[in-house]
């Protein structure tokens, strides 16, 4: 088991920043593909932005590419999202998912079906 806390979402005016983090404990996070996914009221949860067990991959969706940038300390066991240019169609709760691809040929994915593992989540708000 794999368990994830998010944290480090709140209330930010367009344009502004944000840093969220999640916390990973219980089996060896350097295993995990670690995933950033939202949802928004009413929308179904999508992809944000993923990071291979090292770091070394990552990959975004296109409406945060250039904005949005995934990083990991796995000395911290921590994956986080730095979100910059925030606008208001960010407004979601956020959640991070690990899913272990560690011996896989293909080391991300944006499927959230793929993922083994979730956090509660933790709400952008953005305002204009």
């Known amino acids: 088991q794999v368990q994830l806390v998010e944290s480090g979402g709140g209330s930010v005016q367009a344009g502004g920043s944000l840093r969220i983090s999640c916390a990973a404990s219980?089996?060896?996070?350097?295993?995990?593909?670690m995933g950033w996914f939202c949802q928004a009221p009413g929308k179904e949860r999508e992809f944000v932005a993923t990071?291979?067990?090292?770091?070394?991959?990552?990959y975004y969706a296109d409406s945060v590419k250039g904005r949005f940038t995934i990083s990991r300390d796995n000395a911290k066991n921590t994956v986080y999202l730095q979100m910059n240019s925030l606008k208001p169609e960010d407004t979601a709760v956020y959640y991070c998912a690990a899913t272990n691809l560690r011996s896989s040929i293909v080391v991300i994915s944006e499927n959230l079906d793929e993922y083994e593992y979730w956090g509660q989540g933790t709400q952008v708000t953005v305002s204009s």
């Open positions: 219980g089996r060896k996070f350097s295993n995990y593909c």
């Open positions: 990071i291979s067990w090292n770091g070394d991959v990552t």
